[in-house]
């Protein structure tokens, strides 16, 4: 395995629900490797999402350390988890959250105006990025004129204004159907395979596992299995 990008050691989250506290994470030891496809796979309450907002430094653990490219986030103030985001990850939702009074394009450019203010250049990059999710030709087109899947695929580019080592997508088939769900994820294995972008796709749909390079299993806030697959399967050979 590659150098690990990323390095939870005895990561544990508790929520506070009134009287009671509900323990998402209970010690999660987990390392990823760069370019790695990662699976996160486990029923809904195991701690999917849980893992992946820490990874992300959308919250941060009760205990333990989450090492990211060498560096602890557990210990980064708000204004440096900003911009832990803003440089190192890209996020994709099951929910697109596209501006639908932007097209295709401006919801792009949108992203990538807020990273870099050279407008002359914004609309060379944002048509890079519709280009690599196969949407250049839909450019012009709002929200409400996009399949779920072309929209999905569009918050996909979004997420690649700052072309981040690391894409954490949380359920982005959730809404989708089989086929459009197939093509949003051939857009992620080849984002993983050319890019070498490292992938952490959380799911509760065992179909997908295949298409990992590792599926890690959860269930109650532990990890129960972790499984290699030595060939992942192209996702053309994925049955849902």
Known sequence: MDEAVIRLENVTKDYPMGEVIVHALRGIDLEIASGEFIVLLGPSGSG???????????DKPTSGRVIVQGEDITRYKDKDLTRYRRENVGFVFQFFNLIPT????????????????????????????????????????FPSQLSGGEQQRIAIARSLANRPPLMLCDEPTGNLDVETGR????????????ERTTM???????????MADRVVWLHS???KEIATNSSPAPVSALEW
């Open 48 to 58: 999917k999402t849980t893992t992946l907002n820490l990874m992300g430094g959308l």
């Open 221 to 223: 806030g532990t990890i």
């Open 183 to 194: 093509s949003v994820l051939q857009v992620m294995r080849d984002l993983n395979r050319q």
């Open 102 to 141: 932007l097209t295709a394009w401006e919801n792009v450019a949108f992203a990538l105006a807020l990273l870099d203010g050279n407008t002359r250049s914004l609309e060379k990059k944002a048509q890079e990025l519709l280009e690599m999710v196969g949407l250049s030709d839909r450019a012009d087109h």
């Open 200 to 210: 952490v796709l959380v799911t509760h749909n065992t179909a997908i596992a295949p």
